[in-house]
């Protein structure tokens, strides 16, 4: 089967190409990033474009491999502080991105489906245990923002002209390869050595932690199984909330190291409390997390000594 | 005051200009169509660029005139019916330009007044009896998707950066000048003599209509009463509903005709039964709508046989 992956050379993109290509699929990728051919092929993609999602390469991508059956839509801003920072890059990477590429398929590939990734950042700050996806979201950051407006993008398109469009809000990921975010700043700071670590917060923040590996066959399950309707939300969360103080001591455990944490107790304004799936749709579906928690610390404490040794 | 109103040579824009420049401000206004100095001046514009809300056009504004107190945000898409036809256009015009705008405000001009004009399409179909600006938006074509989406850009902007905005939601205005819609078709073809006017929908359906010429006093007047939050949604309605089937009878009687009415009963996918607005937050605010709808019937016929000869 042809399918795309838009931003095929981001963090879950990788992961995803790899999975897709794994199980026989023929992966094309259009995104930014500058991957020689060698490279690209050693991630699993039959071809490359390092460029913007738009009519001109999409076209390009159709002319020299044929339509894609289905699109992986992970093209997108890909954090919080930039979006604040640069909210218009954000926007454009975003939105302006989803609008091409759905426009795209209404004229030249109606009857491919799409999978967008977006982001439990769309619920906003103020929950407290599961959420559902059928919750009104109210996102803080133009981050959650944007991606609130690429899933209405999604949703526009299959009411009015019949597109098919699985958007998963993803939670936590984390995996080989994350060079970011909580972590790859653990981690850091582990190998620096650092006998006490502060960390932002209190500790008690509640997270969905998901391995990568887990969601990527997540994706490429959601893409095979056809749904019935044209559009749905579904949350790709775990339904397990761990606290990042207990995140902390299981990558310290991991790491084998004896470091002190220490919580500043200031939070980021706009940080919510808790983010956790409610996975209601998910245990339907039938999808199993294979992955515990403690295993993807482990294999992320691993890569992490292996990648900077 | 220096204002500046995007889309300013529409049919809304055009009527805004005229009541701002009468009210003594130095009004600048950017957006498409041809209009040379003469024609501009004529209308109320101190200076026109007829092109895209960006950067570019922007600076050039300023550079030559100075920054603005308060934009007019009135530019974008302007019918449900073209937005089926050519989504892309509908979100370029109204969701990409308001994000070019705000950015440029966010750098140039942060402490700017936004009033932004949106539309009651984006609360969708499914409502009886007036309609409050708290409930959950649920557009049913891309023009309410688009305008829905240009609303969130607002309010993650005046969220993250403080930028002032204040949304309008517009209900059915009408009023001399206007050459599409209802009241244009029932005249075209009053004007052509038919003496049985079949129209769609079954007559029955309840829009919120207001003259034009009180639409922007209540826009003008909204700059004006600087809110204490930065964020503010606002129905621009009248809070009275009056059927499609008056609306006709209204119009023929003001027209001198016998012509008889009649309706298909087949209405067009999508179309709202109701659309009429909770006017309690304008009531608060002690708008008063100062033209009867007889009153403004009467002066669209007018003008439209004075148009017309």
């Known amino acids: ?8 050379n981001g963090f879950i993109g990788r992961h995803l190409v790899h999975e897709l290509a794994a199980t026989g699929h023929e992966v094309h990728g259009v995104g930014h990033g500058a991957l020689d051919a060698a490279e690209a092929r050693r991630l699993g993609l039959q071809s490359w474009i390092n460029g913007e ?21 992970l093209a997108g801003g890909s954090s919080v502080g930039v979006s604040i920072e640069r909210p218009f890059e954000d926007f454009s990477r ?8 759905l426009e ?16 439990a950042a769309v619920y906003g700050a103020d929950h407290i245990g599961p959420i559902a996806e059928s919750v009104v979201p109210a996102p803080m950051s133009p981050y959650g923002q944007h ?35 909580l972590l790859w700043d653990i981690c850091s700071r582990l190998k620096a050595g650092e006998q006490v670590l502060t960390l932002g917060g209190t500790g008690n923040e ?35 909330g761990t606290s990042v103080a207990d995140i902390a001591a299981g990558l310290i455990g991991q790491w084998g190291s004896n470091t002190v944490v220490r ?5 980021r304004p706009g940080d919510p409390v808790s983010l956790l799936a409610d996975d209601a749709m998910l245990r339907q579906i039938g999808f199993d997390w294979r992955i515990p928690l403690a295993q993807g610390l482990a294999d992320y404490v691993t890569w992490f000594k292996g990648q900077a040794s």
Not at 53 to 73: C, E, K, M, R, S
Not at 94 to 101: E, W
Not at 150 to 163: D, H, N, P, T
Not at 263 to 267: A, C, E, F, K, R
């Open 147 to 181: 991606k609130l407006m690429m899933e209405q993008l999604c949703r526009s398109y299959a009411r009015s002209f019949g597109l098919g469009c699985t958007v998963v809000r993803l939670f936590s990921v984390f995996g080989p390869n994350l060079r970011k975010q």
């Open 1 to 8: 089967m042809i399918v795309w992956v838009t931003g095929a």
């Open 263 to 267: 919580h500043s107790g200031v939070s």
């Open 104 to 119: 795209w398929l209404r004229g030249s590939a109606p009857d491919c489906a799409v999978i967008a990734a977006s982001s």
């Open 206 to 240: 509640i997270r969905d932690w998901t391995d990568v590996r887990d969601v990527v066959r997540l994706l490429a399950g959601l893409a095979e199984a056809s749904p019935q309707q044209t559009f749905r939300i579904i949350n790709g969360g775990s339904g397990q």
């Open 53 to 73: 999602i738009d009519a001109a390469n999409l076209n390009t991508l159709a002319a020299a491999h044929g339509l894609p059956t289905q699109v992986f839509h």
């Open 94 to 101: 975003t939105v302006a991105s989803t609008a091409r590429l």
